[in-house]
């Protein structure tokens, strides 16, 4: 059975851009394991879940219909409430590794966590499968090959969260959540993510307007292959790059 792993804070992981990813995953027979910093069960941004204190944008930022039921089924599975720790993932062990995102401020642990930071080039180079979406793509950033010092993505072709995304959030919210959608006050996703790349050329934007895409409407979403690594934007790509994912992994 192919094996993947998906490692996640221990609070804060976007609900759409996990347990999406999740389900269609175990409907096609890949086997998916967690990890947490401490091997404790993971919770999900809970504003992102249920649209608490979204106010009027609540219909529009939540999490879906379907990433909701899907959440409920994955936070009762076995793999998810008895995860790994970081220290216990070994790339040997798995096909692949798939990174959601989030941006609630308890994803810094994730997307600044030494130990993933070293074991992420493992998956490079050795030509196993890497998806990641949203402020997923961080984590790649921050992880450096040891022999050249320089990001895994350094010469890969990639997409992200999008900045104009990334403050029309945060502008809609600011009144009332203050700087909560942006996880780097100072930094957003797409200018960090283009600050490791060889050229800025390489952050590629996908196709505008955005749309969110469903089970039976890929083409409304994005995702962006180079070589053994998939990207995408945000929730309303996670179809796309969950098949496209599904994709990569049976090649091998």
Not at 60 to 66: G, P, Q, S
Not at 113 to 138: E, M, R, T, W, Y
Request: aromatic share 12%.
């Amino acid at each position: 059975m192919i094996k993947i792993v998906i490692p996640l804070p221990n609070y804060g992981f976007d609900p759409t851009e996990t347990s999406i990813p999740w389900k269609l995953f175990t409907e096609n027979n890949i086997q998916v394991y967690f990890a947490t910093p401490n091997g404790k069960k993971a919770a999900c941004d809970v504003i992102m879940l249920t649209g608490k204190r979204l106010g009027v944008w609540k219909s529009l930022l939540k999490a879906r219909k379907d990433a909701q039921e899907a959440y409920q089924e994955m936070k009762e599975t076995s793999l998810f409430v008895n995860p790994l720790t970081y220290d216990e993932i070994r790339e040997k062990d798995f096909d692949g590794i798939f990174l959601p995102g989030g941006h609630d401020k308890g994803v810094i642990e994730y997307l600044e966590s030494p130990v993933l930071q070293k074991i992420i080039p493992d998956f490079f180079n050795s030509d196993k499968k890497i998806a990641a979406i949203c402020h997923g793509v961080i984590l790649l950033a921050k992880s450096k090959n040891s022999s050249a010092g320089k990001s895994v993505l350094y010469n890969f072709k990639t997409t992200a969260l999008l900045k104009s995304q990334e403050l029309l959030a945060y502008n809609l919210t600011r009144f009332w959540l203050k700087d909560y959608y942006l996880t780097y006050p100072k930094l957003t996703v797409e200018d960090e993510v283009k600050s490791v790349l060889e050229k800025k050329t390489n952050f590629i934007y996908g196709p505008k307007p955005l749309f969110r895409d469903r089970k039976d409407n890929l083409r409304a979403g994005f995702s962006l292959r180079d070589r053994n690594y998939i990207s995408a934007r945000w929730p309303g790509d996670i179809y796309n790059i969950s098949y496209k994912f599904i994709e990569m992994l049976k090649e091998s």
